[in-house]
């Protein structure tokens, strides 16, 4: 059984929504390789990046957290598979901030879904940050979207979905239970769902690098720390305090990428950036307590 302030939670998601935000700097310059390529190797190597953490934290002993797997907790891999195919999808289709955007909303998703399921209450301090997130989600959106763009807010949907499912399932494990075998466990059930769909195994090696870098940089250190995380952090404020993603995913793409965002989404997207540094103040103020 592991032990974590709601401090150390708090920071563990911040930092996870950072590393999430390089995501579309990843996608972009990928030069050939097919989505469902790009989704085989990037999901492989996530479950290969969880389960080395687990190794180095636990030593041989790690295999054993994977016989403790109940059947409930695979609806954790069953979601975050979908979400992680839902993701890419959507960043093959439309632009990185269209993704992001959607995937802002997840906070909204999660904690209508945490009330009904876990009668979790969202706090004063929550609800607040959350409806600046959506002032500024609403200013990034006000320019419109193309009806090119449709499939890929649709898949962005599905992921939010997807994720709003596996963050209330972790909160639903009992307290202190270890739930990084069912996130490991993600990556293979993703990949082999691509296997119905990939066109070729065949790569490059500079995509098949940046499809590394996506499963152990980008969604490995991402989805190990969430899942941490969550383990004291209320479900409403996970995807909240993992908004960075949404204010950096534009950021990164304009600076590397020259993929411009409007000035809507710029202005959007501090406001959302506020709401993060807003939550996450007042979580790291907050009382310490132990779960």
């Keep these: 059984m592991y032990s974590q302030t709601y401090q150390r939670g708090v920071t563990y998601v911040i930092l996870a929504g950072i590393f999430l935000s390089l995501g579309g700097l990843f996608i972009r310059f990928i030069e050939s390789a097919d989505a469902w390529t790009v989704l085989f190797y990037r999901s492989l190597t996530f479950s290969a990046s969880v389960c080395l953490f687990m190794y180095l934290r636990d030593g041989a002993k790690f295999t054993q957290r994977f016989k403790q797997i109940r059947p409930q907790d695979l609806i954790v891999s069953v979601s975050l598979a979908l979400g992680f195919i839902a993701f890419v999808l959507s960043m093959f289709a439309t632009s990185v901030a269209n993704t992001v ?51 890929g807010v649709l898949y962005a949907f599905a992921a939010v979905a997807s994720f709003a499912v596996m963050i209330v399932t972790l909160r639903a494990a009992p307290a202190g239970k270890d739930m990084l075998a069912p996130t490991a466990l993600a990556g293979f059930v993703a990949a082999i769902l691509a296997l119905a769909f990939i066109p070729t195994f065949s790569i490059s090696a500079r995509d098949l690098s940046l499809s590394i870098g996506l499963g152990s940089v980008q969604i490995g250190l991402g989805f190990i720390l969430i899942t941490l995380g969550s383990r004291t952090v209320p479900a409403a404020q996970v995807p909240l305090l993992a908004l960075a993603e949404t204010a950096l995913s534009p950021l990164w793409v304009w600076l590397f990428v020259n993929e411009t965002p409007a000035r809507n989404t710029l202005i959007g997207g501090s406001i959302v950036l506020l709401a993060v540094i807003f939550q996450g103040y007042v979580g790291l103020h907050k009382p310490t307590a132990k779960q």
């Design 101 to 151: 955007l959607i995937l802002s909303t997840g906070p909204v998703f999660t904690a209508l879904l945490a009330w009904a399921l876990l009668r979790e209450k969202v706090s004063r301090a929550t609800l607040l940050a959350m409806l600046l997130a959506f002032a500024g989600v609403t200013i990034m959106v006000s320019t419109g979207l193309s009806a090119s763009d449709k499939l």
